[in-house]
C-alpha cells in the first residue's frame, strides 16, 4: 500500500457511461453490464480481476446484488447493495475506497442501469397513491410526490431569501446549454427564461422545465489502490475526500432548508484538507433546478440565500467561478431515475481532460455530490473529493 | 377542482393512537413525560429516550401555522388526479411538531408561509370497522 492515508491511497481507474438514452430492448442487467465491460476496457483490467461488486438500481431489492453477481457470473470477496436512492453509487465510491484501504477487496466495481424511459415510468409525480404501509400513512393521504416535496422547499427558499423563478430558470438553462456540448445528451437544443417559465406548472413554484428528464441509462466505475493505479493505462483520479450524511423530519422540527449535503460537504472537505476554492468543478445532482441552488449552499460554495445569484451570474456555466455538470445533469442530458454514478464519472473524465467540447480546462480538482430521496421529505447525501495524481 | 380522495390511512399499533383520534375530531399527539420531548410521527416509544413507559397520547390543539406549501398541478395518482390543483403543505403545529397536510377551502392565492390554520377531519368510508378520518387544514 502507498504511504496516503484514507482515502488518499484508492483511485478511480476506468468509467463508462452507457451511451444509450432509450434501451427499450435491454434490461438493468445488461444495461450494467454493457458498462462493467466498457469501464473494465477503460481501466486495462479484465473480469476476473474484480473481487468486489457494488450495485444498486430501482427494482434490485433484498439480493439484489447477489442476483447481479449471478448475472455477471462473477463470485467477489465484498459485496455492497447498499441502497440509499440516487446518491447510492457516489456512497459505493467512497464504500470500495473503504474496502480496498482494508484489504477486503483490490479491484471493485460499481454498477448502475435501468430502463425508466422505456418502462414509462413516472418519477417526479407518480408513486403518491394508496398504501398498507404504516408510515406512508402521514404522507399518502396527502398526495405527496417528489416533485411536491422539492416545491415546498423551493417555496420555503423563495420566502425566506426571495429567490426568483428567474433564477431557477437560470439552472435549466446552463444545464442544456451544456447538453449542447455533449454529444450523448438526450436535450440539446436552448431554451429560455421564458422557456422555462412558460412550460407547464407542475407542482408550484416548479415548472416542467425546472424539472430532471426520464432516459435509460447506466453506468459503471471501477477502483482499486493508487499503488495499481499508477500501473494501469489510465491516470488515476485519486479520492481525496468523502463524506455521507442522512436528513429526515425526525420528530417533526427539522429546518428544511438544512440538507444533508452540509454534513457530508463538510467532512469531505476536512478529510480531502481543502477549502471550496480548491475545487476547479462541481458535479451536482440536479433532480430539479432547486436542488443545484440548495446543494451549492449546503455544501458551502455560496452562503444561504445566495445561490440565486451565484447562478444568475454565471457561476455554474462551463467557464463560470464553479463550472456544474458540464454534461448537461439530469436536467438535460441523462435521467434513468438514480442519477449518481453519471456524477463520478463525469469528474474522472473532466479531471483526465477527456470530454472535447465541454471540457472544462485543466481541472486539478472536482467535487461530486449525490442527493438520493427527497429534500422536502428525507434523502441521503453523499459526497466525493477527487483530484489528479500528483 | 374536485376533492382529494385520500388513500385510507393504515394503522399500526404504534400509531393507532393518532387514528383513533382522528375518528373523534381530535388532533392526538405523544408527549414523553421524561424528556418533555413531544414527537410527530407517532412511535411506540420516545424517539430520543428509546423507552415506552413514559410515553402518553394528548389531544393538541388542532392549530397551527403553515411552514411551506406548495400547490400540486399535476399528480397521476388515483384520488389526486381529479383533484389538481390542491394545496399540499406542512403545517408547524402550536405543539412544536410539523405535519404533512393538504389546506382545504380556499383561493390558493389567499395560502402563504406563515398563515394560521385549523384542522378538519375528512371521515373516511371504510369496511373494516374502523372509524379513521384525515386531518386537513382550512385557514382560521
Redesign the interface.
Known amino acids: 500500500m502507498s504511504s496516503n492515508p484514507f482515502p488518499m491511497n484508492t483511485a478511480i481507474v476506468g468509467v463508462y457511461e452507457h451511451p444509450s438514452r432509450f434501451s427499450p430492448n435491454k434490461t438493468e442487467f445488461q444495461i450494467m453490464a454493457e458498462c462493467a465491460k466498457g469501464a473494465l476496457d477503460d481501466a486495462g483490467l479484465d473480469r476476473a480481476d474484480v473481487d468486489g461488486l457494488f450495485g444498486a438500481s430501482m427494482s434490485m431489492g433484498m439480493m439484489g446484488i447477489v442476483d447481479l453477481a449471478e448475472y455477471l457470473d462473477v463470485r467477489p470477496d465484498y459485496l455492497d447493495g447498499t441502497n440509499i436512492g440516487g446518491s447510492s453509487f457516489v456512497a459505493h465510491v467512497s464504500h470500495a475506497a473503504a474496502a480496498i484501504h482494508a484489504g477486503l477487496c483490490n479491484v471493485a466495481l460499481v454498477l448502475y442501469g435501468s430502463t425508466a424511459a422505456s418502462n414509462a415510468m413516472a418519477i417526479g409525480t407518480g408513486g403518491a397513491g394508496e398504501s398498507k404501509n404504516p408510515d406512508a400513512a402521514f404522507t399518502s393521504p396527502y398526495g405527496m410526490t417528489t416533485v411536491g416535496s422539492y416545491a415546498m422547499y423551493a417555496n420555503l427558499h423563495m420566502n425566506t431569501y426571495g429567490t426568483t423563478s428567474e433564477q431557477l430558470a437560470e439552472v435549466a438553462i446552463t444545464m442544456r446549454k451544456h447538453a449542447g456540448l455533449n454529444p450523448n445528451a438526450k436535450m440539446r437544443s436552448p431554451i429560455t427564461v421564458d422557456d422555462v417559465l412558460g412550460s407547464r406548472m407542475i407542482s408550484r413554484p416548479l415548472h416542467l422545465l425546472d424539472c430532471c428528464i426520464i432516459s435509460d441509462g447506466g453506468g459503471a466505475v471501477v477502483l482499486t489502490s493508487l499503488e495499481r493505479a499508477r500501473d494501469l493505462p489510465k491516470p488515476p483520479i485519486q479520492l481525496l475526500g468523502c463524506g455521507e450524511a442522512v436528513q429526515h423530519q425526525g420528530v417533526g422540527r427539522s429546518d428544511l432548508l438544512t440538507i444533508a449535503a452540509q454534513q457530508s460537504g463538510d467532512r469531505a472537505f476536512t478529510m480531502a484538507g481543502l477549502d471550496r476554492s480548491d475545487v476547479d468543478l462541481a458535479m451536482i445532482y440536479d433532480s430539479f433546478t432547486i436542488t443545484v441552488l440548495a446543494t451549492l449552499e449546503n455544501l458551502g460554495f455560496c452562503a444561504f440565500g445566495e445561490g440565486g445569484d451565484f447562478v444568475s451570474e454565471g457561476g455554474i456555466s462551463i467557464g463560470g467561478s464553479l463550472p456544474v455538470n458540464p454534461d448537461g445533469g439530469g436536467l438535460s442530458s441523462n435521467h434513468p431515475g438514480m442519477r449518481g454514478i453519471f456524477l463520478v464519472i463525469e469528474a474522472v473524465k473532466q479531471l483526465r481532460q477527456e470530454c472535447d467540447a465541454r471540457q472544462v480546462g485543466d481541472p486539478e480538482v472536482a467535487l461530486a455530490h449525490g442527493t438520493g430521496g427527497t429534500i422536502g421529505d428525507k434523502h441521503s447525501g453523499a459526497t466525493l473529493i477527487l483530484g489528479v495524481d500528483r | 377542482m374536485n376533492a382529494?380522495n385520500?388513500?385510507?390511512?393504515?394503522?399500526?399499533w404504534?400509531?393507532r393512537g393518532y387514528?383513533e383520534g382522528t375518528g373523534r375530531n381530535e388532533l392526538v399527539l405523544q408527549r414523553c413525560r421524561k424528556c418533555t420531548?413531544?414527537?410527530?410521527?407517532p412511535r411506540g416509544l420516545c424517539?430520543?429516550c428509546l423507552e415506552s413507559e413514559h410515553l402518553e397520547h394528548f389531544v393538541g390543539t388542532g392549530e397551527g401555522e403553515i411552514?411551506?406549501?406548495?400547490?400540486?398541478?399535476?399528480?397521476?395518482?388515483?384520488?389526486?388526479a381529479q383533484?389538481c390543483?390542491?394545496i399540499?403543505?406542512?403545517v408547524t403545529?402550536d405543539e412544536?411538531?410539523?405535519?404533512?397536510?393538504?389546506i382545504v377551502d380556499c383561493d390558493p392565492d389567499d395560502v402563504g408561509?406563515g398563515a394560521r390554520v385549523t384542522a378538519k377531519y375528512v371521515k373516511q368510508e371504510r369496511d373494516d370497522g374502523e372509524v379513521f378520518a384525515?386531518p386537513v387544514f382550512e385557514l382560521s
Open positions: 382529494i385520500h388513500p385510507a390511512p393504515y394503522a399500526s404504534e400509531t387514528w420531548l413531544v414527537q410527530h410521527r424517539a430520543h411552514y411551506t406549501f406548495t400547490i400540486t398541478e399535476q399528480n397521476q395518482a388515483r384520488g389526486f383533484a390543483p390542491y399540499m403543505a406542512y403545529l412544536g411538531p410539523r405535519i404533512l397536510t393538504v408561509i384525515v
